[in-house]
């Protein structure tokens, strides 16, 4: 699987952004798509996850500012971003874990830079 991220940029601290990941290739049936963000110097960080069940895991620290929803159809995982804060600076990373082959597989986006600033 290939992912592609789109839509990062720079934003004022309060505004919104839309953050979108398209995915090429077959993707097995039981899979958990996710966005994941890191600051340089820290740990990539769990933001939100939607498993092909359509269960939602949110990092608390987006609960209620951030929704994760996925076109089927046009195989795209989409990150609303709202009342958004400097803190939320980071690069965002799409992520598919697979279950193949008796193992969770994992491909990532390239990674897109949002930035919160005034």
């Known amino acids: 699987v290939q992912l592609q991220a789109s839509g990062g940029g720079l934003v004022q601290p309060g505004g919104s952004l839309s953050l979108s990941c398209a995915a090429s290739g077959s993707i097995s049936s039981i899979f958990v798509t996710g966005w994941y963000r890191q600051v340089p110097g820290n740990q990539r960080e769990l933001v939100a996850s939607?498993?092909?069940?359509?269960?939602?895991n949110y990092a608390e620290f987006v609960k209620g500012r951030f929704a994760i929803s996925r076109d089927n159809a046009k195989n795209t995982v989409y990150l609303q971003m709202n009342t958004l804060k400097p803190e939320d600076t980071a690069i965002y990373y799409c992520n598919v874990k697979e279950w193949r082959f008796s193992a969770w597989r994992d491909s990532w986006g390239q990674g897109t830079l949002v930035t919160v600033s005034s």
């Open positions: 939607l498993s092909n069940t359509g269960r939602t």
